[in-house]
Every structure is written in structure tokens, then in C-alpha cells.
């Protein structure tokens, strides 16, 4: 029962999480129609949100396990909680800086500490991969809500309206109930080595870096998320903009992007009990292209007018969001190859690497694409994803190499 607490308290606080953090596109469309930003200022917001993220991460992951995993989840829900509420009263483009700023700091307590939580509840590494995949499949879940949770709270009627503002109220209500959650897990506080001062953790964190297998595996993540975040914060600008579609409309088809990379890890976790991890991503990276190649070319702006619901959406909105069920696995695979060739110490410290990593990728993927998309249009920002694509077809194969013949040892 304790362990089902624990499970399910820290899945909710990444599926809140999930809402928020992947609101980034609607946000960036919606204060592009609200406060009139241009795309390159919008594109900032993911710059706010990913570079938060890593500041802290880097700062604090080392420190984490020695206030306790519980505290530090604690501390990110409640100030998520609070900027929440106060965001829709002030209803102004800064206070959207500061909240996204708020949730990649509050993000990087959390995940750190969720994803060494999932090394303590877990004996070897096939009970860790699956746990993994099972809390970031809830992440996935998040990230599909979300887009309707905002979609119906916009004004169809006025699309510069900040009526948008309000879901911000029922997202901290939800990070309230989830702080009760946490409240009530009996998450353990790790061991942790008191003569190893703060300073002497941190330095260990940065050796971690300098291993020949640690450095490729962060490269690694830095191209994922990249991709996926030049893909997803702009998905819903590129639908607007580029197709044609009413804002509302926009959003709400970007869902399938969410239901592509849900349903993708879902089927991983099938596929990977019977096939070898490599092979497997190395299809997912040419199929990534594939839907680009396919897809794209297809992307053309139709009459707004004509469009009324889903069906009337030309076919490239339901195409290019498909490469979500390709790129799906790649993140939670690495990851967890990665923390599997790792003593459970390690683990709080690698994450916040990979939490690192993760967030200057996004932020440099996000910002590209924006400038990108005001320069030459979303159909160039999109194809610019293949040069990344193959860039990670070239990382992984050195990935899988050195997984083959590196044991790391444990320096803690």
C-alpha cells in the first residue's frame, strides 16, 4: 500500500506537471494573439521555463538528497501552486515569464527527485524501466489534457481575450490536491554520506559529466529534446499560421502530437521486451524523418472560413503530429540504459544532468524554431528538425558502443 502511495503521488505531480510544462506552445500562441509579442519574444518563454530548469538542476541536484526527495517536492508544488493562482489577476506577458520561470525551477526539484524515487522502489532494471515508462506515460497523459483544459478556456469569439487566464485557478487547485498526496507518501529520505560535503557532491556531479559514456548520453538527450520541443511549442503557431486553422481548432488537433508520443511509449514498452533497445530507436529516428519528408510538402493554408471542426482540417494537421508515436520511446530508453549502468547514489546527481541537458536542448530547439519560423516561414523551421534527427542517429550509435563496453564505477 506504502508503495502505491508513493507511486501514485509522484505520478500526479508529473502529470500536473505535464499540463504545465507542454502549455508552452498554447501559451506562445496565445500571447502572440493577447499581448501582440512577436514570435522571437514568444519564443522566450521556453528560454524562461528550460533555463530554470537547468540552473537549478545543476545547482541543486547534488543537494537534493539531503533535504529528503518529499521536501523538495514539496517546495516545487507549493511555489507552482501559489504563482498559479496569482498569474490570471495580473493578466500581463511578464507575470507569464515569471510563472514559467516558477514551474522549471519547481520542475527541477521534482524531477530529480522523482526519478531517484523510482530508483528506491526499484530492484533491477527491468522494474525500473517500467516503472519509468509508466510515470512518463502519465507525463503523456498530462501533456493530452492539458491541451483541452486550455483550448476550453479561449474565446472562440475573441481570440485576444485573457479568458485564458482563468485556467490558471484550476491548476492550482489540482497542484493543492497533489501537495496532499505528497503529504501523505512515505517517501524516504536517502542515505546519505555526511563526511561528503556539499561542494565535494557538486564536483562529483561534474566528473559524472566527464565520462566518455555520460558525455554522449547528455549530447544524446540535448538532440532529443530539441527536436521534440522545436516540434511541440510550435506545433499549435504552425497549425494557425501555417494551415489556417482557428486558434481553439489549433490547439486542440495539437492533442494528437500528445496521443502519438502516449500511445508511442505504451507500445515501446511491448516492442522492447522482444526486440534490442538500438535497433529499435534507430527505426524510430528514420521514421521521424519519414513524417517529416511525407508530411511536409503536404502543409498548405486553406480558408479559415471553411473550417469548422477537426474534419475540415487539411490532412498534413493530422500528419505531421504522428511523428510524436516515432520520437516517443527515445527519451525514456536512453534515460533509463543510462541510470541502470549506475549505483543508486549516482542517480540524483545524473538526473540532474539529464534534467540539464534536457532543458538547454529545449530552450535551443524552441528559440531556432521561432526565429526560424518569423524569418522563413514554419515549413523551413519544421525541415530544419532533420539536420538533429541525424546528428542522434550519429550520438546513439556511439551511445550503444560504449554501453557495450564501459561499466562506470561508483565515485560517490
Known sequence: MSRLLII???????YVFAILLNSVGTVIL?????????????????????????????????????IGYKVSMLFGLILVATLCAITPSIGNFWVIKLLFAGIGTAFALVKVSVYAIIGQLSS?????SSLMNTIEGIFMLGVLSGYWVFAAFIDPTNEASLSWLNVYYLIAALVAVTILL???APIQKPEVNKEVGVGTAFIDMLKLAYKPLVLIFIISVFLYVLIEQGIGSWLPT???????????VSIQITSIFAVALALGRLLAGVVLARVSWYPFMNACLVGMAAVMLLSLPLAEKVDENLIASWVDAPIAAYLIPLIGLMMAPIYPVINSVMLSALPKVQHAPMTGLIVVFSALGGTTG???TGYVFEAMGGQQAFYLS???IGALLVTLFFFKRATSSIVLKDTA
Open 8 to 14: 501514485t503521488a509522484i505520478a500526479v505531480s508529473y
Open 30 to 66: 496565445q500571447s502572440i494573439n493577447s499581448f501582440d509579442v512577436s514570435k522571437p519574444e514568444a519564443s522566450t518563454l521556453e528560454g524562461f521555463k528550460d533555463l530554470s530548469i537547468a540552473l537549478v538542476s545543476f545547482l541543486v541536484a547534488s543537494f537534493i538528497p539531503r
Open 124 to 128: 533491477n532494471t527491468k522494474t525500473h
Open 182 to 184: 505528497v503529504l501523505a
Open 238 to 248: 504552425f497549425n494557425r499560421e501555417v494551415l489556417g486553422l482557428p486558434t481553439q
Open 366 to 368: 524552441s528559440i531556432i
Open 386 to 388: 532533420l539536420i538533429p
